[in-house]
């Protein structure tokens, strides 16, 4: 079932004052923010409150075309998504922005996260005559906001409310016919950052890459807590109580893009500094230092800086493969890494390679690269991890739902993963070097790694009903 980690989503939004092109701007977005999600995207406009929108399965540049963009243009409104499933099947029905109909007017909605209540929400609207035409929790957060719309004031007062009851990982963009809101979980799983365009507009979007993109000027990160409102009038801000920061320390480690800044740190830098912690936590005798491209190759130049063992290319990325462990089933990662990866074999013939890699989760794919790297010349392979072992479901938007599935679940030692994929050594960052890696002020999530969970975590099977079998 797992071959590798697998990601979440991306969101972005932009509120211009006059009428432009937001549709291609939303769309030179969302391709900054592919990288988190590659199995649907979507977008929706508003034009002076009629919704358009375009949305399919695939990536970015597979679901828009230049006519499909023109027949949504021409609006002042945007918001877009790409899509990784972490909860709900890869289905149409599942692809954001989700948009929804309702007395007040249109609402436009897109994810990234994951409800921990998501299952007694869709319970309880369900047995009032409710009915979900998908599967994921985003659509709970609609009926939320829209049920809680009936009697607020406002759009962003019914969000406000709607986040005293949804529980965990949501960061959000709303878009209503006049006002662009973006609101962050209490605990700020999910990174959401607020951006400002040469017109005087506005953007929001899930890295501060994706507003580079776009030549607009990152202004801050969106607070754990907050609900931004961004409208022709005004831009305000409310708070709901915010919790202890809970950022998930894998964002730094390899979801985020490294020309990315979160929560005030370079992701480059904290992926520099992981390498540097684990050449002090984890030193060995070697040759060479090489990454696994690309979230590897961060991590393996700050080992190198540490340890003074020289850096070099070890592979050379096909870099016309998508992530191999976005490929919705096993067997397509599988065959994907095969043909991913080539070895520069003038950089590891006859040396004792240190090899940098971001995570292991079920170890085929390091036994397999490892393999590539003996098969090639090299005489020591020592794999050094620049994350925590994976020991723990993930509840918050990152698909690590199994521990039978999770390599450092079924050994008792490293010396018996190494054993099992082939590697000299093998060593993983300490969770106490994962806290140091980021020069930030919050806090990080380390549930995958050490089990704490700063949330309560309810049952999440309920809405999985609609997508099983029915057994006889």
């Not at 909605?109 to 005559?129: P, S, V």
């Amino acid at each position: 079932m797992f071959n590798s980690i697998h990601e979440e989503c991306g969101v972005f939004g932009i509120f211009e004052p006059q009428k432009t092109n937001v549709a291609k701007t939303t769309y030179f977005g969302l391709y900054a923010l592919q990288h988190r999600g590659q199995e649907a995207c979507g977008i929706v406009t508003s034009d002076d409150g009629v919704f358009r929108l375009q949305k399919g399965v695939g990536l970015v540049s597979d679901v828009f075309t230049k006519e499909n963009l023109q027949a949504i243009d021409g609006a002042n409104m945007a918001i877009g998504h790409v899509r990784y499933s972490t909860t709900g099947g890869n289905n149409i029905n599942n692809v954001q922005p989700l948009v929804v109909k309702h007395i007040k007017g249109n609402l436009a909605l897109a994810h990234n996260g994951n409800l921990t209540n998501a299952d007694e929400i869709r319970k309880k609207f369900e047995l009032n005559g409710a009915i979900f035409h998908a599967t994921s929790d985003t659509e709970d957060i609609a009926y939320q906001i829209v049920s809680e719309r009936l009697d607020a004031p406002s759009i962003e007062e019914a969000i406000k409310r709607s986040m005293d009851k949804i529980e965990g990982a949501y960061s959000c963009i709303a878009m209503s016919p006049t006002k662009l809101i973006a609101f962050r979980d209490k605990n700020g799983f999910r990174p959401l950052c607020l951006g400002k365009t040469k017109t005087g507009g506005y953007i929001v979007a899930s890295e501060s890459c994706a507003i580079d993109s776009v030549d607009g000027e990152f202004i801050r990160d969106i607070a754990p807590g907050e609900i931004l409102t961004i409208s022709a009038e005004c831009l305000k801000s409310d708070f709901i109580k915010s919790e202890k920061t809970s950022l998930c320390v894998f964002e730094f480690i390899y979801f985020s893009r490294p020309d990315s800044i979160i929560e005030g740190a370079s992701v480059h830098k904290a992926r520099l500094n992981a390498g540097k912690i684990l050449a002090l936590e984890s030193p060995v005798d070697a040759d060479i230092v090489i990454g696994v491209p690309d979230s590897g190759i961060d991590a393996a130049m700050g080992y190198s800086m540490e340890s003074k063992i020289p850096y070099g290319m070890g592979f050379v990325k096909n870099k016309y493969m998508g992530r191999s462990f976005i490929k919705p089933t096993q067997e397509e990662r599988q065959n994907t890494v095969k043909i991913k990866l080539n070895v520069v074999k003038e950089t590891i013939k006859d040396k004792r390679v240190i090899l940098i890699d971001d995570s292991i989760v079920r170890g085929t794919t390091s036994a397999h690269i490892i393999k590539l790297l003996k098969d090639n010349g090299a005489k020591e392979v020592h794999l050094r991890i620049s994350s925590p072992a994976f020991k723990h479901p993930c509840y918050f938007g990152t698909d690590i739902d199994s521990e039978e599935n999770l390599i450092a679940c079924k050994y008792d030692n490293v010396n018996d993963i190494a054993r099992f994929i082939g590697a000299d050594s093998l060593a993983y960052l300490s969770i106490e070097g994962a806290h140091k890696l980021a020069e930030t002020k919050c806090n990080f999530c380390d549930a995958c790694f050490s089990g704490k969970y700063p949330v309560e975590i309810k049952n999440t099977n309920y809405k999985n009903k609609f997508e099983e079998k029915i057994r006889r």
